[in-house]
């Protein structure tokens, strides 16, 4: 489906798989930044656990976290703050508007 117009912020304009994939796989693991990627490239929701810390819902998150994840949950953010598009995260709003375009251009298409 590629990106829709105007998200032109994908994570691999970022870099994120030339600079921080292999250090972070180490730390995240590749289910855990795989479903970064397909939110920030596809626009896919991930689970509710990554899904609260990409709206910024601590609590959320505590509640929703497994025990890796609850050990990672700093790691995840700042993976976040330095490797992913800030327009795709932070608030409810700014992850619905992501998602938003993601369904404007599939329905465009």
């Known amino acids: ?5 105007g998200a032109g912020d994908s994570i ?23 479903a970064i990627e397909r939110y920030v ?3 896919i929701l991930p689970g509710s656990f ?9 609590k ?7 025990t890796d994840n609850r050990r990672q949950l700093f790691e995840i953010v700042q993976y976040l703050y330095w490797e992913v598009p800030s327009l795709c995260w932070g608030s ?3 992850v619905a508007a992501w998602l938003g375009k993601f369904e404007k251009a599939e329905a465009q298409s």
């Open 1 to 5: 489906m590629g990106l829709p117009a």
């Open 12 to 34: 691999h304009g970022c870099g994120v798989l030339e600079r921080g994939r292999v250090v972070m796989e180490r730390y995240l693991g590749p289910v855990l930044l795989g």
């Open 41 to 43: 490239n596809q626009g």
């Open 50 to 58: 990554l899904e609260a810390v990409l709206c910024n819902d601590l």
């Open 60 to 66: 959320q998150a505590c509640a929703c976290a497994d």
């Open 92 to 94: 409810p709003e700014r």
